[in-house]
Structure formats: structure tokens, C-alpha cells
């Protein structure tokens, strides 16, 4: 993503010659390429149309002249794209590929680093790689990441464990590295040499041969000019490294003439060529450890972080779906093969992580592609979880519902389930014992009860699908031809046979009025408190009395809810304090603040006349439920915001909207942390929506978890470009800062503000332009000035999260094992076998356990089962694995053993580095 979108010529001159005498020049390597933005201020059928023209230009141009060398951005979906629609060209394609004359891959796509899990990141890397093999040539084995905003802590060791001992790299380079390479190294101490990009990033060269207007050469000295510039970079001389390329553009049809103009000291590489000639060692490079995300080189562009907010919703829950639902269920519990199903679903994921995709920074009608790719995974991932439930089901009698474990480890939770009752239910587990249950919503028996004159009853029996009338299933009628009543009663599920036909001829000659009703069985929406073995099923099934009590019930009473782990009170203004049962106490939770935003999809800019509106205009509380299982309260605050941006004024509207906010609090039983939902429907524009949460003691740095790391951050960003250098930063799973945490459904943009002593998530962020070419916190336009008024995400908007206090500076392994708890509730499905079955016992799948070690994907592969896990702190841990296995192998992450591991009585374990990413293959012999 830049802003040069013109196709790049040459004139005829000799950028390269040096006058008798001079020293000679380092070498320069010309690396022509194209950035391929696949969409971004056009959605992607139009941006593939200039794809297809530019690649037949290149492929006919390297066929004609074998001096050629071109690299396709790093991304494999240049090729698939191309290919998709000129299928009779890939053998010319594969050709130069297995010349080496033409590099592809590593990426499939190339991704924004935090807007995606770090399972994404790997099976992005994982397709990339195995589909320029398909071609049959080798992928670039190059970690080029030119163009995304920041990189993750953890993206060293994910190259290292692919066989990439090379990255490149612009935008996030701090301003310690002064040289253009320096050692890269991940939190558990993997290194990689990493290229970074000056003098230019990407396009670096863009400008050496390019004509001047009205067609005149361009002086001489050029590429002098080039070399000077750069050569600073380079204190150990070598070659340099010359990015020929912008944004969708071909190079010129004669750089292979200019390059052999211009000597012996200059020539043409692939990126790949250029880094085949360089040692992958790190010994005497400067080193710089974790996440990249300095503006003081270039811009990061923080604001993508919270655009669109939508995206970033559809974006974690999909994930989640595909990674620790779908993938597990199939690998462990079903007896077909889901495989191109999953595939499918991680096409989605892959293609919706580009990074002008998911950040939103894109034009209206890319939003929306983006959008419904997110639904699509979401769905094939659905879909997935129907099939194996489904199986699974069919052995589950009627009546009963049938429990997963998406966590590698055992488990009580709550499951919300519908289930036939009169008066206040009971349910047993499988193995018989009672389970807490609390009733949540008594839904009605009387669905219809009308009087219609006879002449309509052949029109209402027409209701009648199949046997279905009013989304439930006939399991008796009746008719009365004294009472002149029609009664239909109606259940989840019959068993008895049903024929429309009986009930016509029933009805046959009635006349006069006729009373029908349609009376439900009696059911109840109940919250169940259930035990799961890891990553495994349990059966619950309904019995006539009443189940157990928990161990330790929640209650609601006088706007306060209390589980003994955790106390929380609603004020007067809608804050809540929290207290644990160690005596910790946090106030001023939850405070709702609205401000002004004339920036863009790149970056925030708050007016310089702001009107910051954190009062409300009234606070109500409303009680939800009453424990003992589940308690709440909705939070009802109203304000009055202001209802636009005044560009011209550099303020605020003074016109404004009448908003309520309405939280809910929710206490569980057994859950160290209040869960909060934030509902408003947003009728403004141009701002920006946060939630305040006060810390209980004054922070010198944030912890963030995303792409399987926990990442310390400072109060302050470092500047030195045209970006103002915000300390928004995001978080993945939570964030946590002065002994309070927050766990997170998606990717969330916070702040730690006030001197450390509170913290602002980003609930909402409204803009009316992809990028503004006046943009008070940023010098440079980071796009074209398109108006993007779906951007300004008007209606309803909802934002899940929990809140947890901690002891210590760092939030332990209990915060970590909290957010796992938080992003993946039970799944539940009702069963369908015969009511009388017997109830399957619970049953466990693999169970992954260690202090600090976390599970982030198992899944069916080459006839194993592949598992990968993290060590989530910075001491050595040890992976436990147990579970129905006899072979357990460690391999990388392209599936290739590395080494054996010893599996006595279905157990092995494994010792972790402080951050060290594992894949683990099991299976039974």
C-alpha cells in the first residue's frame, strides 16, 4: 500500500557508468517487482483485471528475453489469481518458476501480522509454500514482508521453523538499526537475518530509471546517486539491495537493456537471487528483539487496528470457529473425512487476512468481500461441526444434548440449553451425576389461539410443513366439532405418524366460526453447569426432579453480584467496583467516553476543538438474572453526542444524538472474571467510542497476547517520521496492564492513558475516508482521499469482553488460562437417537497440559493427528500430551520430523524454551 500507482518506464541513459578514476561503486542488484495490493481502494475482480494484463506482459517478456528476472511480492495469490483466469498459461508460468527466473511465494497472501491469529499466520506460510511447489519449482525462501503495518514478536521463529533464514522488512524498524541488515529475534531467542529496506522501502529504486516528463532522459548520476544514498546502509559494503517496483506496476520492457548498459556493476536478481548470495548468520549484526512497530522509519499506520470494527469481529470468531472447533471436532471425533471442507474455510481466512483486507483500510465494496469471505469461513466452519455433531448426535437419546470441549484440558462451564420441563427441570450427566441448572426463560405453551371463520381453515392448514407448524414438530391434534375447536399440540421432536390429509377430512363440511389452537409442550431455556473432559464430549439428558446445587452459587441482590471469586457493584453512574476474594478492589470499571475523529482508515485525529462527552444523562439498572448459576444486571446509560465531524471547524457538530449504551454485567459460577457486553446503536459520525477501565495501581507498561506471544509495551511509541507516534496498540486474547485484565473475542485497539493509571479499549471507531490527504497525525496521504461512508459503521454495535483483576506486575499463567476459558465456551447440540438409548458415557480426547503451555491448533494430517502448543512465559515449561496414541513425532511446521518423541501408556512429554512454538504429530499404532 503506497500511493506511486504509475506504470514505471526507462529512458536511455547509463545510470550506472563511472568516470576513469573514480573508486569503483558497490555492486547494485535491480530486483524488479510488482506490489500487488490483490484489493484495497478497488475491490479485487477490478484490481485482477490490471493483474492479468501486467502478468501477460511479464511472462511474454521474460520468454523473449532469458536475461529477465521478476519477483511476484512475496504472495502466492498473484499466481492462483492469474491462473484462476488464464488456466492455459501455467506451464509458461512453472517454467520460469523452476528457471528461478521468476520467485514466488513464501506467503500465500501477504497478511496484516495482527489482525490474524498466529495459526493463520502459519497455514498462510504453509499454503504459500506447498502451492509454489505445485508448480514445480521451490518457493522463495524469503520472509518478505514489505508492506504491512508493524510486525509480530513471534514472526522470526515462525520463518525458522518453516526453513526461512531470511526476512525483509520496512514499515516498524526502530531507529537503533542504522544498518540495512540486523538480527531479528523472537521471544524464545530464534534469530533471523532480516533486510531492511531504506532509503524507500519497497520502491527504493522506483525513481533510477524512470522518464522524465515529456519523455526526456533522466541525468545522469543516477544510480551514483542511488549507490551514495544507500551505501550507508551497507558499512560491510556488498551488494545493494535495488527494490525496482511500486503498486501495481510493470517494470519498463527494456531494463534488461538499461542494466547491461550500464556495466559490470550493476545487475538483475530475483529477491531470492539477491539473498542467496548472503550469509544467513546473525553473528555481529545488531540485534532487535520482539515486535516491530516503531514510526520512526516509516509509517505504521496504527489506526487499521480499530477501522471497521465489523471486520475484526467476523474475523476472531471465524478463526476461532475454523481453528479450535471445526479442526479438533474432526480430527477426534468423526469417522469421515472433513478435509476440503477446512481447506475451504482456510482459504477464506487466508485471503481475508491481506493486509489491506482485514485492516478495513480498503474502499466500501472491498469491505464488504472481505466481509462475506469472514462469513463464508465461518460457515464452512459451521458446517463442519454440524457434520460431526450430527454423527455423534444420532447415539445421544432425544431429549438429551450432547457437550464438547474445545480446550486441551478438563473443564466445568456453563452450556445454555432447551429442554422439555413443567416445573423446574433436572439433568444428569452421562456417568449420572446431577448437574446445576438454572432456569433462564420459560417459553411459552399457547403459541395461537384464534377464531377464524371455517372457510379459512383449508388456508391455515397450509401452514403445515410436513409435519411442522410454528418451527415445531405435530405430535397430536384434536378436533370438536361441538366446541367447533381445532388443537394442535406441538413439540420439539414426535415420534407418532402425522397426515395432513387426517386432519382435512376431519374438518370436511365444518362451518360456521372455528376456535384454533396451537399449544406447545412445556419447555424451559436453562443454563447447565457441566463437567468435560479435554478436548472431549459428555451427554446431558433431563430427568424429572431437580439437579445439584454448585459448590459455590452466584446471587444478584441491591445492584451487586458476587460469586465469591469476584464481587461487583453497580454505582450511580454506571461504573462498577470490583472486589476479589483476596481483598483486591478496582473502581471506576466501565465508563463509556465519546470523542471526535476527522482522521481516516490509517490513522485517529481527534478535532483540535474536541468535545470529549463521558457524563451520561441518566443511569438505569435493570436486573437480568438471579444466580445461583448466572447473574446480571444491563447497565442502561444515555448520552447526547455530538452527530458529526465539523472539518471545516476543526471540532465537533454542535448537532447531536441521543445514544444509550446498555451494558450487561454478568457474574458466573466459578469464573474469576465479569463478563461485559456494551450494545449501542451508533447514529453518529466521525468519532470515536472507548471503554475506560481505572487500573488498581499505576502501570509502567501493557501485556498484550496475540500470535503466540505476550508482549510488554511501554506508555509511549517511538517517533521520528511524518506519523504522530499514538501508543494504540492491539491486543489479540487480552491485555492487561497495573493488575487488571481484560480478555478479548477479537483483535482490540487499546491505550493505557492517564499517567498508567487507567486503561481505553476501543469499541468503536467512525470514519468517513479511506486515507485524508489532510490528516492532522500524519504528514503523507496513505491512500487516495476516497469517501468511505459504510465506514462510518452507523447502527447497532456490540462488543463482548471480561475484566479480571491480578495479582503481581505481569499477569500469570491464571489470566492466560481465564482467556481460554472466555473464547471457548461449551459447544452444545441436542441429540436424535431413539429416546430410550442409553446415554454414551463423557469421553476425552487429547488432553495438552504444563504450566503456561497453550494448545493453538489440532488438527487431521497425513494420517496423524498434528497438535501445535506454545510455552506462554518466560520460564522452561514442559508439554504434557496423554490420549489414546502409541507414536508421538515432533516435526516442523511443513509437517518434516525433527524428532521422535516417547510415548509410555498413551503419555508424552516435551521440554519448551521460554516461547517456543511446538508441533507435535500422534497417532495410534
Same mark, same amino acid.
Given at each position: 500500500?503506497?500511493?506511486?500507482?504509475?506504470?514505471?518506464?526507462?529512458?536511455?541513459?547509463?545510470?550506472?557508468?563511472?568516470?576513469?578514476?573514480?573508486?569503483?561503486?558497490?555492486?547494485?542488484?535491480?530486483?524488479?517487482?510488482?506490489?500487488?495490493?490483490?484489493?484495497?481502494?478497488?475491490?479485487?475482480?477490478?484490481?485482477?483485471?490490471?493483474?492479468?494484463?501486467?502478468?501477460?506482459?511479464?511472462?511474454?517478456?521474460?520468454?523473449?528475453?532469458?536475461?529477465?528476472?521478476?519477483?511476484?511480492?512475496?504472495?502466492?495469490?498473484?499466481?492462483?489469481?492469474?491462473?484462476?483466469?488464464?488456466?492455459?498459461?501455467?506451464?509458461?508460468?512453472?517454467?520460469?518458476?523452476?528457471?528461478?527466473?521468476?520467485?514466488?511465494?513464501?506467503?500465500?497472501?501477504?497478511?496484516?501480522?495482527?489482525?490474524?491469529?498466529?495459526?493463520?499466520?502459519?497455514?498462510?506460510?504453509?499454503?504459500?509454500?506447498?502451492?509454489?511447489?505445485?508448480?514445480?519449482?521451490?518457493?522463495?525462501?524469503?520472509?518478505?514482508?514489505?508492506?504491512?503495518?508493524?510486525?509480530?514478536?513471534?514472526?522470526?521463529?515462525?520463518?525458522?521453523?518453516?526453513?526461512?533464514?531470511?526476512?525483509?522488512?520496512?514499515?516498524?524498524?526502530?531507529?537503533?538499526?542504522?544498518?540495512?541488515?540486523?538480527?531479528?529475534?523472537?521471544?524464545?531467542?530464534?534469530?533471523?537475518? =532480516?533486510?531492511?529496506?531504506?532509503?524507500?522501502?519497497?520502491?527504493?529504486?522506483?525513481?533510477?530509471?524512470?522518464?522524465?516528463?515529456?519523455?526526456?532522459?533522466?541525468?545522469?548520476?543516477?544510480?551514483?546517486?542511488?549507490?551514495?544514498?544507500?551505501?550507508?546502509?551497507?558499512?560491510?559494503?556488498?551488494?545493494?539491495?535495488?527494490?525496482?517496483?511500486?503498486?501495481?506496476?510493470?517494470?519498463?520492457?527494456?531494463?534488461?537493456?538499461?542494466?547491461?548498459?550500464?556495466?559490470?556493476?550493476?545487475?538483475?536478481?530475483?529477491?531470492?537471487?539477491?539473498?542467496?548470495?548472503?550469509?544467513?548468520?546473525?553473528?555481529?549484526?545488531?540485534?532487535?528483539?520482539?515486535?516491530?512497530?516503531?514510526?520512526?522509519?516509516?509509517?505504521?499506520?496504527?489506526?487499521?487496528?480499530?477501522?471497521?470494527?465489523?471486520?475484526?469481529?467476523?474475523?476472531?470468531?471465524?478463526?476461532?470457529?475454523?481453528?479450535?472447533?471445526?479442526?479438533?471436532?474432526?480430527?477426534?471425533?468423526?469417522?469421515?473425512?472433513?478435509?476440503?471442507?477446512?481447506?475451504?474455510?482456510?482459504?477464506?481466512?487466508?485471503?481475508?487476512?491481506?493486509?489491506?483486507?482485514?485492516?478495513?483500510?480498503?474502499?466500501?465494496?472491498?469491505?464488504?468481500?472481505?466481509?462475506?469471505?469472514?462469513?463464508?469461513?465461518?460457515?464452512?466452519?459451521?458446517?463442519?461441526?454440524?457434520?460431526? =455433531?450430527?454423527?455423534?448426535?444420532?447415539?445421544?437419546?432425544?431429549?438429551?444434548?450432547?457437550?464438547?470441549?474445545?480446550?486441551?484440558?478438563?473443564?466445568?462451564?456453563?452450556?445454555?440449553?432447551?429442554?422439555?420441563?413443567?416445573?423446574?427441570?433436572?439433568?444428569?450427566?452421562?456417568?449420572?451425576?446431577?448437574?446445576?441448572?438454572?432456569?433462564?426463560?420459560?417459553?411459552?405453551?399457547?403459541?395461537?389461539?384464534?377464531?377464524?371463520?371455517?372457510?379459512?381453515?383449508?388456508?391455515?392448514?397450509?401452514?403445515?410443513?410436513?409435519?411442522?407448524?410454528?418451527?415445531?414438530?405435530?405430535?397430536?391434534?384434536?378436533?370438536?366439532?361441538?366446541?367447533?375447536?381445532?388443537?394442535?399440540?406441538?413439540?420439539?421432536?414426535?415420534?407418532?405418524?402425522? &397426515?395432513?390429509?387426517?386432519?382435512?377430512?376431519?374438518?370436511?363440511?365444518?362451518?360456521?366460526?372455528?376456535?384454533?389452537?396451537?399449544?406447545?409442550?412445556?419447555?424451559?431455556?436453562?443454563?447447565?453447569?457441566?463437567?468435560?473432559?479435554?478436548?472431549?464430549?459428555?451427554?446431558?439428558?433431563?430427568?424429572?426432579?431437580?439437579?445439584?446445587? $454448585?459448590?459455590?452459587?452466584?446471587?444478584?441482590?441491591?445492584?451487586?453480584?458476587?460469586?465469591?471469586?469476584?464481587?461487583?457493584?453497580?454505582?450511580? &453512574?454506571?461504573?462498577?467496583?470490583?472486589?476479589?476474594?483476596?481483598?483486591?478492589?478496582?473502581?471506576?470499571?466501565?465508563?463509556?467516553?465519546?470523542? @471526535?475523529?476527522?482522521? &481516516?482508515?490509517?490513522?485517529?485525529?481527534?478535532?483540535?476543538?474536541?468535545?470529549?462527552?463521558?457524563?451520561?444523562?441518566?443511569?438505569?439498572?435493570?436486573?437480568?438474572?438471579?444466580?445461583?448459576?448466572?447473574?446480571?444486571?444491563?447497565?442502561?446509560?444515555?448520552?447526547?453526542?455530538?452527530?458529526?465531524?465539523?472539518?471545516?471547524?476543526?471540532?465537533?457538530?454542535?448537532?447531536?444524538?441521543?445514544?444509550?449504551?446498555?451494558?450487561?454485567?454478568?457474574?458466573?459460577?466459578?469464573? $474469576?472474571?465479569?463478563?461485559?457486553?456494551?450494545?449501542?446503536?451508533?447514529?453518529?459520525?466521525?468519532?470515536?467510542?472507548?471503554?475506560?477501565?481505572?487500573?488498581?495501581?499505576?502501570?509502567?507498561?501493557?501485556?498484550?497476547?496475540?500470535?503466540?506471544?505476550?508482549?510488554?509495551?511501554?506508555? =509511549?511509541?517511538?517517533?521520528?517520521?511524518?506519523?504522530?507516534?499514538?501508543?494504540?496498540?492491539?491486543?489479540?486474547?487480552?491485555?492487561?496492564?497495573?493488575?487488571?485484565?481484560?480478555?478479548?473475542?477479537?483483535?482490540?485497539?487499546?491505550?493505557?492513558?492517564?499517567?498508567?493509571?487507567?486503561?481505553?479499549?476501543?469499541?468503536?471507531?467512525?470514519?468517513?475516508?479511506?486515507?485524508?490527504?489532510?490528516?492532522?497525525?500524519?504528514?503523507?496521504?496513505?491512500?487516495?482521499?476516497?469517501?468511505?461512508?459504510?465506514?462510518?459503521?452507523?447502527?447497532?454495535?456490540?462488543?463482548?469482553?471480561?475484566?479480571?483483576?491480578?495479582?503481581?506486575?505481569?499477569?500469570?499463567?491464571?489470566?492466560?488460562?481465564?482467556?481460554?476459558?472466555?473464547?471457548?465456551?461449551?459447544?452444545?447440540?441436542?441429540?436424535?437417537?431413539?429416546? =430410550?438409548?442409553?446415554?454414551?458415557?463423557?469421553?476425552? @480426547?487429547?488432553?495438552?497440559?504444563?504450566?503456561?503451555?497453550?494448545?493453538?491448533?489440532?488438527?487431521?494430517?497425513?494420517?496423524?493427528?498434528?497438535?501445535?502448543?506454545?510455552?506462554?512465559?518466560?520460564?522452561?515449561?514442559?508439554?504434557?500430551?496423554?490420549?489414546?496414541?502409541?507414536?508421538?513425532?515432533?516435526? &516442523?511446521?511443513?509437517?518434516?520430523?525433527?524428532?521422535?518423541?516417547?510415548?509410555?501408556?498413551?503419555?508424552?512429554?516435551?521440554?519448551?524454551?521460554?516461547?517456543?512454538?511446538?508441533?507435535?504429530?500422534?497417532?495410534?499404532?
Amino acid at each position: 500500500m503506497r500511493m506511486n500507482t504509475g506504470r514505471m518506464n526507462t529512458g536511455r541513459t547509463n545510470p550506472g557508468r563511472t568516470n576513469p578514476g573514480q573508486a569503483a561503486a558497490p555492486e547494485i542488484v535491480v530486483v524488479p517487482h510488482t506490489h500487488w495490493d490483490r484489493e484495497w481502494y478497488l475491490p479485487f475482480q477490478r484490481f485482477r483485471l490490471r493483474l492479468v494484463s501486467l502478468l501477460d506482459g511479464v511472462i511474454g517478456g521474460m520468454e523473449a528475453d532469458p536475461r529477465w528476472h521478476f519477483t511476484l511480492d512475496g504472495q502466492m495469490a498473484a499466481v492462483d489469481d492469474y491462473l484462476e483466469v488464464r488456466p492455459d498459461q501455467r506451464e509458461r508460468v512453472a517454467a520460469l518458476v523452476r528457471e528461478g527466473r521468476l520467485a514466488v511465494g513464501p506467503w500465500q497472501i501477504l497478511h496484516d501480522e495482527f489482525l490474524c491469529s498466529g495459526e493463520n499466520i502459519v497455514r498462510n506460510l504453509e499454503l504459500g509454500m506447498r502451492r509454489a511447489e505445485e508448480l514445480g519449482g521451490a518457493p522463495m525462501m524469503v520472509g518478505y514482508l514489505p508492506d504491512q503495518f508493524g510486525h509480530c514478536a513471534q514472526t522470526p521463529q515462525i520463518l525458522k521453523l518453516a526453513g526461512i533464514e531470511h526476512a525483509c522488512v520496512w514499515r516498524g524498524v526502530p531507529a537503533e538499526v542504522r544498518v540495512s541488515a540486523f538480527a531479528w529475534e523472537a521471544p524464545d531467542g530464534t534469530a533471523v537475518r =532480516t533486510q531492511y529496506l531504506p532509503e524507500g522501502g519497497y520502491g527504493n529504486a522506483a525513481s533510477m530509471f524512470e522518464e522524465l516528463p515529456g519523455g526526456a532522459s533522466p541525468p545522469a548520476g543516477r544510480a551514483a546517486g542511488f549507490a551514495a544514498s544507500m551505501g550507508r546502509w551497507y558499512p560491510r559494503g556488498g551488494p545493494l539491495l535495488a527494490m525496482y517496483g511500486a503498486d501495481h506496476t510493470a517494470p519498463a520492457p527494456d531494463l534488461a537493456d538499461r542494466i547491461a548498459e550500464a556495466g559490470p556493476g550493476m545487475r538483475l536478481d530475483t529477491l531470492a537471487g539477491y539473498f542467496a548470495g548472503q550469509d544467513p548468520s546473525v553473528d555481529g549484526l545488531p540485534r532487535v528483539r520482539g515486535e516491530l512497530r516503531s514510526h520512526a522509519r516509516a509509517n505504521i499506520l496504527p489506526g487499521v487496528i480499530s477501522a471497521r470494527i465489523r471486520l475484526k469481529q467476523l474475523m476472531g470468531r471465524a478463526e476461532r470457529l475454523v481453528e479450535r472447533y471445526a479442526e479438533p471436532l474432526a480430527a477426534l471425533w468423526y469417522a469421515g473425512d472433513a478435509r476440503r471442507f477446512l481447506d475451504l474455510a482456510w482459504g477464506r481466512l487466508i485471503e481475508a487476512s491481506c493486509h489491506d483486507s482485514v485492516t478495513g483500510c480498503g474502499s466500501d465494496e472491498t469491505a464488504e468481500q472481505v466481509a462475506a469471505r469472514m462469513a463464508e469461513a465461518e460457515q464452512l466452519g459451521r458446517a463442519v461441526c454440524d457434520l460431526v =455433531t450430527a454423527e455423534r448426535a444420532a447415539s445421544v437419546p432425544h431429549g438429551s444434548h450432547l457437550v464438547f470441549n474445545p480446550s486441551p484440558v478438563p473443564r466445568t462451564g456453563l452450556i445454555t440449553v432447551d429442554v422439555p420441563a413443567d416445573g423446574e427441570p433436572g439433568l444428569v450427566a452421562g456417568d449420572g451425576r446431577p448437574v446445576p441448572v438454572q432456569t433462564l426463560e420459560i417459553a411459552p405453551t399457547v403459541l395461537d389461539d384464534a377464531v377464524h371463520p371455517a372457510s379459512r381453515l383449508p388456508i391455515l392448514l397450509e401452514r403445515v410443513y410436513g409435519r411442522v407448524l410454528f418451527g415445531q414438530e405435530i405430535r397430536d391434534w384434536t378436533v370438536s366439532r361441538k366446541e367447533r375447536t381445532l388443537t394442535f399440540h406441538v413439540t420439539s421432536r414426535a415420534d407418532v405418524p402425522f &397426515d395432513i390429509g387426517d386432519v382435512r377430512e376431519a374438518l370436511s363440511g365444518a362451518d360456521g366460526e372455528w376456535r384454533v389452537r396451537i399449544i406447545a409442550d412445556p419447555r424451559r431455556t436453562v443454563a447447565a453447569l457441566v463437567d468435560v473432559p479435554a478436548l472431549g464430549m459428555t451427554t446431558v439428558r433431563p430427568v424429572p426432579s431437580p439437579g445439584g446445587a $454448585p459448590d459455590a452459587p452466584v446471587m444478584a441482590d441491591g445492584n451487586v453480584l458476587d460469586n465469591g471469586l469476584l464481587r461487583a457493584r453497580v454505582h450511580d &453512574d454506571g461504573t462498577l467496583g470490583l472486589r476479589t476474594a483476596s481483598g483486591h478492589i478496582v473502581e471506576g470499571v466501565g465508563r463509556i467516553v465519546d470523542g @471526535g475523529d476527522l482522521g &481516516d482508515s490509517y490513522n485517529h485525529a481527534p478535532p483540535a476543538h474536541d468535545r470529549l462527552v463521558g457524563d451520561p444523562l441518566s443511569v438505569d439498572v435493570e436486573p437480568v438474572w438471579a444466580g445461583p448459576l448466572v447473574a446480571a444486571y444491563d447497565i442502561v446509560r444515555t448520552y447526547r453526542w455530538p452527530a458529526s465531524g465539523d472539518a471545516q471547524g476543526d471540532a465537533r457538530s454542535s448537532a447531536e444524538e441521543d445514544v444509550t449504551v446498555t451494558t450487561r454485567a454478568e457474574l458466573r459460577a466459578g469464573e $474469576p472474571f465479569l463478563r461485559l457486553r456494551v450494545t449501542f446503536d451508533n447514529r453518529c459520525e466521525d468519532h470515536r467510542t472507548r471503554l475506560h477501565l481505572s487500573l488498581p495501581r499505576q502501570a509502567a507498561s501493557s501485556f498484550a497476547e496475540g500470535q503466540f506471544a505476550v508482549t510488554e509495551r511501554g506508555l =509511549t511509541a517511538e517517533g521520528g517520521f511524518g506519523e504522530r507516534p499514538v501508543p494504540t496498540f492491539p491486543a489479540s486474547g487480552f491485555v492487561a496492564a497495573g493488575g487488571l485484565a481484560v480478555l478479548l473475542e477479537h483483535a482490540t485497539e487499546y491505550e493505557v492513558i492517564g499517567g498508567g493509571r487507567e486503561l481505553a479499549l476501543t469499541l468503536l471507531r467512525s470514519i468517513g475516508y479511506l486515507s485524508r490527504d489532510r490528516n492532522a497525525y500524519r504528514d503523507q496521504p496513505a491512500g487516495p482521499q476516497l469517501a468511505t461512508p459504510q465506514a462510518q459503521c452507523r447502527g447497532e454495535r456490540t462488543v463482548g469482553l471480561a475484566v479480571m483483576p491480578y495479582d503481581g506486575e505481569r499477569p500469570g499463567t491464571e489470566v492466560g488460562r481465564a482467556a481460554e476459558a472466555f473464547r471457548h465456551e461449551f459447544l452444545a447440540g441436542a441429540g436424535y437417537g431413539h429416546a =430410550t438409548a442409553a446415554v454414551p458415557p463423557p469421553r476425552a @480426547g487429547v488432553a495438552i497440559t504444563g504450566e503456561g503451555v497453550a494448545m493453538t491448533s489440532l488438527r487431521a494430517r497425513d494420517g496423524w493427528i498434528e497438535t501445535r502448543m506454545v510455552a506462554q512465559q518466560d520460564e522452561p515449561a514442559t508439554a504434557v500430551l496423554r490420549g489414546l496414541f502409541t507414536e508421538a513425532a515432533r516435526v &516442523d511446521l511443513r509437517g518434516n520430523p525433527v524428532m521422535p518423541l516417547d510415548v509410555h501408556d498413551g503419555t508424552a512429554t516435551l521440554a519448551l524454551r521460554p516461547w517456543e512454538i511446538a508441533t507435535v504429530r500422534l497417532r495410534a499404532g
